[in-house]
Structures are given as C-alpha cells and as structure tokens.
C-alpha cells in the first residue's frame, strides 16, 4: 500500500494525529518562553511537565467510556477540547498555572490521542493493512510545521498571549475533518478470552513507552540545549524540534512501506541503534549544525518504534480485545512522551543538559533486549 491510499483509508484519523503534532509543536518552541516567565530552574520546570502525565493517566479510565458513548463524535470533540486546553499556556505567568495548564493539554491531547490510535486500529482490521506509520508520520509533519510558525512568530515579536489563540484556532479548523463512522460492537463470544494479554501489552507498552520517552526528551528540551547549551538564536533553537518533527515524519513514511515487508521486532532493533547513535551525536555536539544532526538521525529511528509497537499489539490481540489492548498500551506509552521531560529537568540540574542527553541513549538501548520478548511474532507476507 502506497503512502497516500493509506492516507486515504485513514483520513479522519490523521486529521486527529495532526491536531495532536500542532498543539505539541508550537509548545516545543515556547518551552524556553514559559520556562523564563514562569521563574523557575531546569529541575522545577520538568516536574511542572509531569503535569501532562497527571492529566494524561485519566484517560486509561475516561477514554473507553468517551469512545462508546460518543462514536463517531468521540475524535472531534477530543480536539475541540484540545483547542481550548492550548489556550492555557498562553495566559500562565505562575509556575502552579502552567502546572494546570499543562494537566488539562495532557488529559484532553491523552484523551483524542487514545480514540485517534483505536480508529487506525479498527481501519487496519477491516482493510487489512498496515497503517500506523502513515497516521503517526502526519503528526510528525504537523508537530514540525508549527515548530516552525511558532519559531517564526517569536522572531516577529509574537506573544504567547497571541501565539497559542492562533494554534487554538488552527486545531478548530481541523475538527470536522474528524468524523468517521466506528464498529457496531462485537456480540458476546462465550469462548472468547475475558482477561486480557498482559504480556503483551507489557512488551509493547515498553517498547512505546521507551520511544515516546526519548521523542518527547527532545521535543521539550532541544530547544534550550541549542540556545542555552550552543547559544543559538530563537528561529535556531525552534528548528531543533522541527528537525526532529522533519525527520521522524521522513522515517514513518518510510516505515509504511517497510512495515509490509518485515517484521515489526527487526525494524524495532535496527531503528533503536540508530536513534542510539543519533542521541549521542546530539548529546556531544559543538554547535547548532551538529545537533540538528544528530537530532535527524534520532528522528529517523524512533519514528518507526512506537508506531511498530502499536501495530504489533494490535495485530496480535484478538479482534474483541483490541481497542481494549491498543487503549493500554497507547496510554502507558504516552505516559512516557510526558514523564521523560520531568525527568530530563532532573538530570539536567544535577549533571547538565548533554549528559542528561546521554541518558536518553542508555533508555533507547533498553528496546534491543526488550524487543527479544517478542521475538515470536511472525513476519508479514
């Protein structure tokens, strides 16, 4: 399947993949803008992002019950929520407002994020194809774009106060693109299994986990490490995460042809080594022009791991636990795209932003013996 039927297939999902990447791209950029109005130090300003994971764990319980009882309502309204939660940011001059703030984006960006990887799911069940690295490679598309306009409206003099309304107003636009009709509900099987695969969604769940661990390290933190670390400018500092956005987006396009020939594990190994390599060169670089480096090539391997993860538990759970499967390992995962920040800021105040880097390539290496647990699973024909 080429990349623009599976785009096709899977429109209104994407739409939803892309409202997600706008809202976490223009909050890439500003990060270095919230950290200095808000006061406070690098150790300070990572446990203010667990804040995203606070919102984001309410969602294990809120989104199944969002998903039944809204359907083909349940994507749209996410973003919609999405869109009033980024106005948060914008007017927080406290560190406990941007605290709440970022609870909300992380409980509502959590929320659609959940709904938008069950649809893409259920798509690839019923057309039997795979899917996941098209739906995620527009997120990376998206979150690049606005790190970009975001970068460029600070350059022009832009507020936060005028910056996040604007991004606000963009993910409304993307709203009604997002209705899709779901799944009549299955009737029970009696022979069907009532627990679900904990196993599998243990392997799966820290393969995501340990990916958006490592995406979301650099998206909140490459910034300040080229400006502050590099001494680069504010367009120079927002193309740190937009190259990454540029590269993992090139890396899941890629991923989509290269996922209906192999197997997900050997693609999951052999983009952790290059996301190991490309972490340390961004890690040990001396300017601006060799972290972009090296933030390309660990946005070319991690795009395709957690995407792979999720397709991997999706294909192996049986049709009736599915969405319940994809639902867990999805939010475990995205755990990580939040805790990973507050525990860089850690890092970063006791030993420094590039050794703090440095731990992110230990984390990645992680995925190579973890993926032996599911070194069964079968290749695709």
Known sequence: MT??????????????????????????A?????KARAGVDDATFGLMLLGTALGLATTLYVAPRWDRGLGRWAMPLGTVLVAFAALGPGWAATP???????????????LTDVVMNARVSEIEARAARSLMNANHAMFSVAY?????????????????????????????????????????????????????????????????LIAFMAESTVESWSA????????????????????????????????????????????????S?????????????????????????????????????LALAGRL??????????????????LGFFLAPALMGLGSEAFGLRWAFAGVAVLLAVVWPLSRSAHAAPIRP
């Open 273 to 309: 080594a290059l996301a190991v390599a490309g972490v340390l060169v961004a890690a040990s670089a001396p300017s601006p022009g060799v972290a972009y480096l090296g933030f390309g090539l660990l946005g070319l391997g991690i795009s395709v791991i957690g995407p792979m993860g």
């Open 224 to 271: 300040l490490h080229i400006e502050r670390t590099l001494n680069g400018g504010a367009a120079e500092g927002a193309f740190g995460p937009a190259m990454l956005g540029i590269t993992m987006a090139l890396g899941r396009f890629s991923g989509q042809v290269v996922a209906a020939r192999f197997s997900e594990v050997g693609v999951i190994r052999i983009a």
């Open 3 to 28: 990349v623009l039927s599976a785009l096709r297939l899977s429109r209104a999902p994407v739409a939803a993949f892309a409202a997600v990447g706008v809202t976490w791209g223009c909050f890439a």
């Open 30 to 34: 500003m990060a270095p803008v919230l």
């Open 144 to 208: 690049a774009a606005s790190a970009l306009a975001t970068g460029a409206m600070r350059e022009a003099g832009w507020t936060p106060e005028q910056i996040f309304p604007a991004i606000s107003a963009a993910l409304l636009l993307l709203a009604p693109f997002q209705f899709m009709e779901t799944a009549r509900p299955e009737p029970p099987d009696p022979d069907a299994p009532t627990r679900l695969p904990v196993a599998l969604i243990a392997v799966c769940s820290g393969i995501v």
């Open 317 to 334: 759970a049986t049709p009736r636990q599915r969405t319940a499967v994809i639902a867990r390992v999805a939010v475990i995962g995205f």
């Open 96 to 110: 406990l407002a941007l605290f709440l703030a970022l609870t909300l984006m992380g409980a509502t960006s959590g």
